[in-house]
């Protein structure tokens, strides 16, 4: 395997300290103005989430050929990333996403989702089509917001950072929050999971930090599939499929102003 295909996808895992790009939390009272109830197709982009929404590693008792044919075959509005939650990185271990990454000939990147546990570090994997201009992520508190800034193919919309994160405190949010207030306001959408017991708090906390944030249940599940995006993007909901025994949910963002 050549080592352009591995490097990219380790890099993004050297992540930032705590270096708030704005000092203010969140926690006021903002009503933002309510989207139109019609969707304009030309401003949706979809994001591809694979996950159980539990605690095991996605690629346990999974075959990746099968993620790469779903990518390579895919029909509908082409994703612009697809995430895997928990395709772990461990230490001396082939990662399914290198794989995935060098059949479909997508870039790929490692987020790192939790803190490391001896060899095995728990993350997300990436992959997009699109050029990535920039890496952007945090490790602070307990907390992990990771992702990269990439091209968008939507009207008004040049680029944004695509991040993920896996919460499972309120505090969590809150340190995500303070940490990249600016850019979650302006330039950076979070497509991840939340604790279902944790959802309603920190869905509430970012919107009242003006900020748009929805949390999906989905069955009896320990996570929540979390959206959240700056005031003038919407997240119209998410259809869930399955191809063979690898779970996934197609996720509809809108730009709407």
């Known amino acids: 395997m050549k080592l352009k295909h591995i490097f990219p996808f380790l890099v993004p895992a ?35 989430l694979f996950s159980t929404l539990g605690e095991d590693s996605y690629f346990i008792g999974r ?7 779903y990518i390579k075959n895919q029909q509908q509005k082409l994703s612009l990333v697809y995430m895997f939650d928990r395709s772990d990185f461990t230490v001396g271990k082939s990662n399914p996403m290198t794989d995935i990454a060098y059949a479909t ?22 992959l997009t089509r699109y050029p990535i201009s920039d890496y952007d992520g945090i ?15 939507v009207t008004g919309t040049p680029s944004l950072y695509i991040s993920t994160a896996k919460i499972v405190s309120l ?3 809150e340190t995500i929050y303070r940490e ?65 025994n690898l779970p996934y949910y197609r996720i509809s963002i809108e730009k709407w102003m």
């Open 14 to 48: 050297i992540m930032a300290a705590c270096k708030p790009d704005n000092q203010t939390s969140g926690g006021g009272d903002n009503t933002l103005p309510e989207p139109p109830e019609t969707v304009v197709d030309a401003h949706v982009f979809i994001v591809d």
């Open 63 to 69: 075959d990746p050929s099968v993620a790469t044919e």
């Open 171 to 173: 505090h969590q949010a």
């Open 105 to 126: 000939g997508l870039n790929p990147l490692f987020a790192q989702c939790n803190a490391t546990d001896g060899t095995m570090t728990p993350g997300t994997g990436m």
């Open 180 to 244: 990249r207030k600016n850019r979650l306001a302006s330039d950076c959408i979070i497509v991840g999971t939340v604790a279902n017991g944790e959802s309603r708090q920190v869905v509430d906390y970012f919107n009242s930090g003006s900020l748009r944030a929805v949390a999906y249940s989905v069955g009896e599940n320990d996570f929540d599939i979390l959206v959240v995006t700056p005031a003038n993007y919407v997240c119209r909901g998410y259809v869930e499929g399955k191809t063979v």
């Open 139 to 153: 490790s602070c508190e307990g907390a992990h917001l990771s992702g990269c800034r990439i091209s968008v193919p």
